[in-house]
Every structure is written in C-alpha cells, then in structure tokens.
C-alpha cells in the first residue's frame, strides 16, 4: 500500500503561480510512474502531467509551458509547479502513482483560479 497525500491547493488570480506537493508514504524511487491528475466538476478526469522513474515528463497541451512536474526521490515528494494560472485549471488535483501492478491515488486538494 502507498499513501499519497497532497498539499498546495487554494485560491488564486489568474495568472498566479501554486506549488502542489504529493508526499509519499515509501520511497518513490522504485515507483515506475507518479502523475498529477485533475478533475472539474461534471467533468472526465484527466492527466495533467506525469514523471517517470527516470525523469522523462509529459504534459497535457493545456499545461504545457505553464506547469513543470518534478520529483525529490530523497523527500519521497512529487511536485507540480503551476504559473500563469487560468480559470479554466480550476479543478481537484490528484496525485497517481503506478507502483506493481495497483495505481494508488491521494484524496485530492482544491485548486480555484479567479478571474
């Protein structure tokens, strides 16, 4: 079992900036991918960016050149630095972690962007 637990979230003017955390219960360095997720309401969940054991990242097109995911293998911490903040990044953010064969997922933390 991993225990993700997120920090970070709150409310912001768009354009701002917010560093979300995801601290992990065990090491990360041995978890294959760890990811942020987002999820509006009424709306589908969907990966916002993502970081490999390696360090290779990926991100949505709506993120990309705004958000930069990274990871503390020592802090057994993932990040996810948000700028140039816009309405519509408005949602619950999750962290992911694909570790074995199970996906574990934190509870979420509030992100909301005003215009």
């Known amino acids: 079992q991993v225990h993700l637990v997120e920090s970070g979230g709150g409310l912001v003017q768009s354009g701002g900036s917010l560093r979300l955390s995801c601290a992990a219960s065990?090491?990360?360095?041995?978890?294959?991918?760890m990811d942020w997720y987002r999820q509006a309401p009424g709306k589908e969940r969907e990966l916002v960016a993502s970081i490999t054991r390696g360090g290779r990242t990926n991100y949505a097109d709506s993120v990309k050149g705004r958000f930069t995911i990274s990871k503390d293998n020592a802090k057994n911490t993932v990040y996810v630095q948000m700028n140039s903040l816009k309405p519509e990044d408005t949602a619950v953010y999750y962290c992911?972690?694909?570790?074995?064969?199970?996906?574990?997922w934190g509870q979420g933390t509030q992100v909301t962007v005003s215009s």
């Open positions: 992911h972690a694909l570790f074995g064969s199970a996906d574990y």
């Open positions: 065990r090491s990360i360095f041995s978890i294959n991918v």
